[in-house]
């Protein structure tokens, strides 16, 4: 079935980095953008960008211009969100989420969300 | 950046009921790339509505998606104890495609 599986969760010091992978199964992974969104400690949902698995093109909340990157590897349909700079406020659930139209081509939504990944950023 | 503002922030109901939930542009979404999702505590989001009224997949006709321009609503109609969580409408449109703050459903 279509799945998106996420690697487990991440503890790290501020200011130091961290990248998540997101690997896709049961679909074409190149027709399907893939967004990922975050989530704080009792809060709501936060859009951070999304990655075209097909050209590699991106696009990027402005928030987050510059302190994360969205890149893939096609070979193992595999999405990674690597986050620099980190500071306690990028406590948060990192989700992938597969948005439901091939190339983005019509409106549907974000239809496969991966398991979330947890990411604690502590001194 | 189109801010969504979603109302109730809580809205307390029994199941059989009919649930209304509003979600309010900044500014007005001409096109339809609007869509609801409903989160359950300790899960990831779930796809309900996309281009304002589609229903996602598996997803029963209770659930209805409609508006246009800045005011978007979502009935749930028939409240079954399954329906109780939080509800997030969200614009994709115009990036950032932001999200409401939600709206928390619970049972009264």
């Known amino acids: 079935q279509v799945q998106l599986v996420q690697s487990g969760p991440e503890m790290r010091k501020p200011g130091a980095s961290v990248k998540v992978s997101c690997q896709a199964s049961g679909y074409s992974f190149s027709a399907h953008y893939l967004h990922w969104v975050r989530q704080a400690p009792g809060q709501g949902l936060e859009w951070m960008g999304w990655i075209n698995p097909s050209s590699g093109g991106t696009k990027y909340a402005q928030k987050f211009q510059g302190r994360v990157s969205l890149t893939r590897d096609t070979s193992i349909s595999t999405a990674y969100m690597e986050v620099t700079r980190l500071g306690s406020d990028d406590t948060a659930l990192y989700y992938c989420a597969r948005d439901g139209s091939p190339w983005s081509a019509y409106p549907a939504g974000m239809d496969v969300w991966g398991q979330g990944t947890t990411v604690t950023v502590s001194s | 950046e189109i801010v969504l503002t979603q109302s109730p922030g809580t809205l307390s109901l029994s199941p059989g009921e009919r649930a209304t939930l509003s979600c309010r542009a900044s500014?007005?979404?001409?096109?339809?790339?609007f869509a609801w999702y409903q989160q359950k505590p300790g899960q990831a989001p779930r796809l309900l509505i996309y281009?304002?009224?589609r229903r996602a997949t598996g997803i029963p006709d209770r659930f209805r998606g409609s508006g246009s321009g800045a005011n978007l609503t979502l009935t749930i109609s028939r409240l079954e104890a399954g329906d109780f969580a939080v509800y997030y409408c969200?614009?994709?449109?115009?990036?950032?495609?932001?999200f409401g703050q939600g709206t928390k459903l619970e049972i009264k």
């Open positions: 969200q614009q994709y449109d115009f990036a950032p495609y932001t």
């Open positions: 281009g304002v009224s």
């Open positions: 500014h007005t979404i001409t096109s339809n790339y």
